[in-house]
Nanobody, 126 residues
Framework: QVQLVESGGGLVQAGGSLRLSCAASGRTFSSYAMGWFRQAPGKEREFVGVISRSGMMTYYADSVKGRFTISRDNAKNTVYLQMNSVKPEDTAIYCC???????????????????WGQGTQVTASS
């Protein structure tokens, strides 16, 4: 069982930056690929990006590629989402999630993730 708690959300001006954190419980954090997803009002949950168990590989949605960066610190059981050049359309609830899948294509899917955090709100003003 893994419990995930996000933090760092808030209000940011368009063009600004924000860093989200996701702290995980348990001693098996490094056994999971960690993903970030977001959900805007009235829309389906959307893949943002994922980082491999070791942190060596990352994959991003085209909408955030070049602006967002995922990193992790396995010693601290924490994964991060650095958001730069934020746009109003980035406004959403951001959730982190843990997956045991090893397949990059699979890790873009909500169904590949077993454990989810409650989410943190990010609001980007224009």
């Amino acid at each position: 069982q893994v419990q995930l708690v996000e933090s760092g959300g808030g209000l940011v001006q368009a063009g600004g930056s924000l860093r989200l954190s996701c702290a995980a419980s348990g001693r098996t954090f490094s056994s999971y690929a960690m993903g970030w997803f977001r959900q805007a009002p009235g829309k389906e949950r959307e893949f943002v990006g994922v980082i491999s168990r070791s942190g060596m590989m990352t994959y991003y949605a085209d909408s955030v590629k070049g602006r967002f960066t995922i990193s992790r610190d396995n010693a601290k059981n924490t994964v991060y989402l650095q958001m730069n050049s934020v746009k109003p359309e980035d406004t959403a609830i951001y959730c982190c999630a843990a997956s045991t899948s090893l397949l990059p294509d699979r890790l873009r899917e909500v169904a590949a993730f077993t454990f989810w955090g409650q989410g943190t709100q990010v609001t980007a003003s224009s």
